[in-house]
């Protein structure tokens, strides 16, 4: 389904004027005006939004000091290899028309000078690969697709800032993009993800990170080193897997027969015992409670820490306790910490 999203542009608004810009948008237009062909040298910005253009005009083939053109919200089936001559040609938008990857010109990935492409709301049902060659791309929206993965290849656009894939058929992320060390805003929302990378740690400049609308539930200890000022994380299975789900597996005789010893720090020898068994308690965890000195093997209770997340929020995180009789609670009770504390956790849940 077409949706608007947010733009994210690197042309300056003072670069267009009213000699070097035309503004076409709803005029119902099939074909391009005559004056507009007879301009060509002179436009460095080109709206042709909303009108009934099919295929891209071969004529904007000799526009060759275009910079800007937005071409939404047409019919557009295809792009043909006209777009290849526009070597200036720094934003491409092309949203909420019918466009899937066979309406790329093969060579799309050598329009080196492109670094904003919006193709949110056309018909892809997988990631074009020409755009993973534009290594200069610093915007990337491909929103309200179909799009089911996303290549490794990703990695190649070092240089991107924003990246909306919002809207898809996504069920991962590749750990690649962790590569993208500039990227200041992703958009994962409403897909179908389930777990997300810990090379998520990598992305120090992330600041926007929308994940609401998926299947999360769980996040990677990883995130809480990010320093988000944005974070969306409503309707996931994550709170109510935490709350509602938790699972614990009575402990057998031999898990509690080597708690005590570990416990009570029984002394013993690897000649006193089996290789097993000193292998046994060896594995054995300590509870995270600080205030509890009770160990695990493979018995444990699953249980949610909210944990303070960029000063901001109160963000929840899977760890495990001995028992279902050892709780974890903050030191913390004052009402006025637990209001602010709730009105945090709303904000990453809800909004």
């Not at 466009?99 to 670094?115: H, I």
């Not at 769980?218 to 320093?227: G, H, R, S, Y």
């Not at 416990?263 to 509870?287: F, G, H, M």
């Amino acid at each position: 389904m077409a949706q608007n999203y947010a733009e994210w542009t690197s042309s300056s608004d003072s670069e267009f004027n009213e000699e070097n810009s035309e503004d076409l948008s709803h005029s119902e237009l099939e074909v391009l005006p005559n004056y507009v062909l007879e301009d060509h040298s002179n436009l460095k910005s080109l709206q042709l939004s909303h009108n009934n253009f099919v295929t891209f005009p071969k004529e904007l083939g000799s526009f060759l000091n275009l910079v800007s053109i937005d071409i939404s919200n047409n019919g557009l089936t295809n792009i043909g290899c006209e777009i290849l001559y526009l070597k200036k040609l720094n934003n491409l938008t092309a949203k909420n028309n019918l466009l899937d990857n066979d309406a790329l010109p093969k060579d799309f990935g050598l329009m080196t000078s492109l670094e904003t492409v919006n193709f949110s709301g056309n018909r892809f049902k997988e990631f074009p690969m020409q755009l993973t060659e534009i290594r200069l791309l610093k915007g990337l929206f491909l929103g309200a697709n179909q799009i089911s993965s996303v290549p490794s290849a990703v990695k190649n656009l070092t240089q991107l800032e924003t990246l909306y894939l919002g809207g898809n058929c996504l069920t991962d992320v590749p750990a690649e993009l962790g590569s993208l060390h500039r990227l200041s805003s992703l958009v994962l929302c409403d897909n179908q993800l389930h777990s997300l990378p810990p090379t998520f740690i990598h992305l120090r400049k992330l600041r926007s990170l929308s994940l609401h609308n998926n299947m999360l539930s769980t996040l990677p200890q990883e995130i809480v080193a990010l320093n988000l000022t944005e974070l969306s994380l409503r309707n996931n299975p994550l709170v109510v897997r935490f709350v509602q789900d938790l699972s614990f597996d009575p402990p057998s005789l031999m898990e509690l027969a080597g708690r005590v010893i570990k416990v009570e720090k029984v002394k013993y020898t690897a000649s006193d015992l089996p290789l097993n068994l000193v292998n046994y308690l060896t594995s054995a965890q300590r509870c995270v409670n600080p205030k509890c000195k009770g160990v695990y093997f493979s018995s444990k209770v699953e249980n949610v820490k909210f944990v303070d997340f960029c000063g901001k929020y109160r963000l929840p995180l899977l760890q495990y306790l001995c028992s279902p009789t050892c709780t974890y609670t903050s030191s913390c009770s004052d009402s006025e910490t637990d209001d602010e504390d709730s009105a945090k956790m709303k904000k990453v849940l809800l909004g």
